[in-house]
């Protein structure tokens, strides 16, 4: 592969490594500013998590989510953040397709919290799983393009 065509993908890359990072970022703070009973109502209601972890999860996703989703937008520890990431994307895939696969009586998939977009769990198991594949392509940047790692390495 000629140069110019590696450092088209890293700038693509270093692109796209923006919407998961975004999505992440946005979906944990409009969580984490909000009552965490909000956000456990919303597990509740997929029926598969036991009522001892909803508590903790309701907690501990948001700021997961806004952490690693802000080190993916800045470029930190971008192969760890992108690994993170696509764990994360992929459990809610998990997530959303029992509820759909099982037609769980569910209008809002409950991912940006109570103020923010309102998607139905189909519609956020494809951009979840759009969001799942750029994070496994991410692992393959090398160049780290417009990355707080990048700029970490030149000192």
Not at 22 to 34: D, E, I, N, T
Not at 130 to 147: P, Y
Request: one cysteine or more; a positive charge; charged letters at 15%.
């Amino acid at each position: 592969m000629n140069a110019s065509v590696r450092t088209g993908i890293s700038r693509a890359l270093a692109v796209l490594r923006i919407l998961p990072g975004a999505v992440l970022a946005v979906s944990g703070y409009l969580k984490a500013v909000r009552p965490a009973a909000e956000f456990a109502a919303v597990l509740e209601s997929y029926w598969i998590f036991p009522a001892a972890l909803v508590r903790p999860a309701s907690v501990l996703v948001p700021w997961v989510e806004l952490v690693v989703g802000l080190s993916l937008l800045v470029g930190f520890s971008t192969g760890s953040s992108a690994i993170l990431a696509a764990g994360l994307y992929a459990s809610f895939v998990a997530v959303l397709a029992q509820a759909v696969f099982r037609k769980l009586p569910m209008t809002d998939c409950g991912c940006f919290g109570q103020v923010g977009p309102h998607l139905q769990p189909i519609q956020a198991l494809s951009l979840d799983a759009a969001l799942l594949v750029i994070c496994l392509f991410l692992l393959f940047d090398r160049e780290r393009r417009w990355s707080v790692d990048r700029w970490i390495q030149k000192d």
